[in-house]
């Protein structure tokens, strides 16, 4: 039956070789979600949720986890170990006005960064919406957030100035495509589940093979 925990429902691999499980937020995902919320830095808070609040609030926590899956759509990764600490959230949420257009928002905590998790989940959302027929991702972003905008170049971001220190960053579907850390789905013969991995990038520039 397709429930909203099985429309993703995926381990993952990140480039360090952490092991994820990468589910879509149910509104039982409420305390987890305050966890991790409490486990960002002060700038990684302030860059996704324009807050520096110690605590998010209930009509936060509501609005995060109680999601339509459709218009509102948001899945969240867990450790494999730790108790299924999560680590972070993709999410994206349709523009009424413009129905190919979907405002996105992703978070890692910061232990976490750089392994390739944004990466991931940007590739899964893209999955989704294009199945949703959605064109375009768009993220509202403060013009001193120098890791996303670093990290928006890899997928050839349109960025244009909104207003004051906002920026409005585009990105199209099919550039997400061709970017060049792509997943690899590959069968864990043991677990019969399916894994994404992150591929491991060396120096040279040469992908390595992921062996499960
Ligand atoms: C911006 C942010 C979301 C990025 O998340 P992340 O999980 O660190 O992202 P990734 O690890 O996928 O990508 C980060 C870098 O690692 C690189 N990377 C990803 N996979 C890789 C791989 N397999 N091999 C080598 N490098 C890789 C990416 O290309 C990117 O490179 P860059 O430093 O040139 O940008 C994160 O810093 C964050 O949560 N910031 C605070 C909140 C925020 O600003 N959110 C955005 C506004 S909504």
Not at 131 to 146: A, C, M, P, S, T
Not at 173 to 185: F, G, W
Request: aromatic share 10%.
């Amino acid at each position: 039956m397709r429930t909203a925990r099985n429309t993703v429902n995926t381990l993952a691999r990140l480039n360090d070789g952490t092991t994820l499980h990468i589910l879509p937020l149910i509104p039982q995902d409420k305390n987890c979600l305050q966890a991790g919320y409490m486990c960002l830095s002060k700038r990684s808070r302030y860059y996704r949720f324009l807050t520096f609040q110690k605590k998010l609030n209930d009509k936060q926590l509501k609005y995060l986890t109680e999601i339509d899956y459709i218009k509102h759509f948001a899945p969240g990764a867990r450790l494999a170990s730790q108790y299924g600490k999560g680590i972070g959230i993709g999410r994206f949420v349709r523009i009424a006005e413009e129905p190919d257009t979907a405002e996105v928002g992703l978070i890692t905590i910061d232990a976490y960064q750089q392994k390739g998790l944004s990466t991931l989940f940007l590739q899964l959302l893209a999955q989704y919406a294009r199945q949703n027929k959605l064109r375009i991702f768009r993220g509202y972003v403060l013009e001193d957030n120098h890791k996303l905008l670093n990290f928006v170049r890899h997928f050839h971001a349109n960025i244009s100035w909104e207003g004051g220190p906002v920026l409005k960053v585009d990105i199209k579907l099919s550039d997400i495509e061709t970017a060049p850390y792509q997943l690899r789905p590959v069968y864990l013969p043991d677990l019969k589940k399916r894994v994404v991995s992150v591929p491991k990038i060396q120096s040279s520039g040469t992908i390595q093979p992921y062996n499960g």
